[in-house]
């Protein structure tokens, strides 16, 4: 079994990475897989997206057949377009409304998942210590502050390695995106370099001309 200490940190690495991906991005991204269940949501977006080819391709139709010259084809597609594009718009609101309720669906697990239980492990393992500090070894008040709110003195308690947590995840982050920052701008160096060397060697060649 997983121990506390590591579970507390589990739930901040996990909210870092939807604050770091982006909460809309995961949704949307839940939402794709979703549709590829074999529910009937996906039944209904598969057929909203053949309305949707159905309703621009009777669109190019009538775009391409003269109103004046092919009255009788003209107002034949243009009936179909109309009644297409009707079914289109009454099945693209109903999706709407189901992705809207899914979205909710996903906010709140996710933030009972991420949030909502970093709050209760706070509250209910208050009094509980995530480990303990050698005797002695600091003064009386910054035991006391490791110790806050409610956990016994010389230990530390669940809030203050939550925030140890969230700081070190967050610098570690910021660590690692500043690197690879780095690397990608060393990458380009090399290759603005060598185009600028033939530039050079023109100018050179000219000079001799």
Not at 36 to 43: F, H, I, Q
Not at 86 to 94: L, M, P
Not at 155 to 179: D, K, N, P, R
């Amino acid at each position: 079994m997983i121990s506390l200490l590591w579970l507390v940190f589990l739930v901040h690495l996990a909210i870092y990475l939807v604050n770091t991906i982006g909460a809309s991005t995961i949704d949307n991204l839940l939402w794709i897989l979703y549709l590829k269940l074999p529910t009937s949501v996906s039944k209904d977006a598969r057929e909203h997206y053949r309305l949707k080819r159905e309703v621009v391709q009777l669109k190019r139709e009538m775009n391409a057949t003269s109103s004046q010259d092919e009255f009788a084809k003209w107002a034949k597609l243009r009936r179909r377009h109309d009644k297409a594009l009707e079914e289109y718009e009454a099945k693209n609101k109903a999706l709407l409304a189901k992705k809207t309720s899914f979205d909710w669906t996903v906010k709140t697990a996710r933030w009972l998942s991420t949030n909502g239980f970093k709050l209760f492990l706070q509250f209910y393992y208050a009094k509980t210590p995530m480990f303990e500090l050698p005797p002695g070894w600091m003064p009386y008040s910054v035991e006391w502050m490791l110790s806050f709110p409610r956990a016994p003195l010389g230990t530390v308690s669940i809030q203050i390695w939550s925030s140890a947590c969230a700081t070190v995840i967050t610098l570690t982050g910021e660590g690692v995106a500043s690197l690879v920052a780095k690397g990608q701008a060393r990458k380009a160096q090399p290759i603005s370099a060598g185009n600028n060397r033939p530039e050079k060697s023109e100018a050179a060649s000219k000079k001799e001309l």
